[in-house]
């Protein structure tokens, strides 16, 4: 059965397009490195529950929006053989170097990573 890394983020609306291209190179990356899947996906349909939500969850803010990010591997061996050569990537460190131009609040970011129990 496969692995995924999950992520959920607030993003700026206003810097959801710098998100965008700061995602589609780091999907590059994982997917060189041997991830099977990379996804990036902006919210569309979530509401602010009133005791849990996507929101709720990264205090979202009104001027922000929720993105769900999920990476998918082979196996959770391949998954932490990937993230081990993306993380050392000197094309990451580049993205993620200068914190004032990452286009998130890594602080309010939520991950994990998840064995896949039904595939259909």
């Given at each position: 059965?496969?692995?995924?890394?999950?992520?959920?983020?607030?993003?700026?609306?206003?810097?959801?397009?710098?998100?965008?291209?700061?995602?589609?190179?780091?999907?590059?990356?994982?997917?060189?490195?041997?991830?099977?899947?990379?996804?990036?996906?902006?919210?569309?349909?979530?509401?602010?529950?009133?005791?849990?939500?996507?929101?709720?969850?990264?205090?979202?803010?009104?001027?922000?929006?929720?993105v769900f990010s999920f990476?998918?591997?082979?196996?959770?061996?391949?998954?932490?053989?990937?993230?081990?050569?993306?993380?050392?990537?000197?094309?990451l460190a580049r993205m993620?170097?200068?914190?004032?131009?990452?286009?998130?609040?890594?602080?309010?970011?939520?991950?994990?990573?998840?064995?896949?129990?039904?595939?259909?």
């Open positions: 059965m496969s692995y995924v890394d999950g992520f959920v983020v607030p993003v700026p609306k206003k810097k959801l397009s710098a998100y965008k291209r700061m995602a589609a190179k780091a999907g590059k990356i994982w997917r060189e490195f041997g991830a099977t899947a990379f996804y990036e996906c902006a919210a569309d349909d979530v509401s602010f529950g009133k005791r849990t939500s996507f929101p709720r969850s990264v205090k979202l803010k009104p001027s922000e929006t929720v990476i998918i591997y082979r196996s959770r061996a391949e998954r932490d053989r990937i993230n081990a050569k993306v993380m050392k990537d000197p094309r993620m170097n200068n914190k004032n131009d990452v286009p998130f609040d890594m602080k309010r970011m939520i991950y994990g990573g998840f064995k896949a129990i039904v595939k259909i």
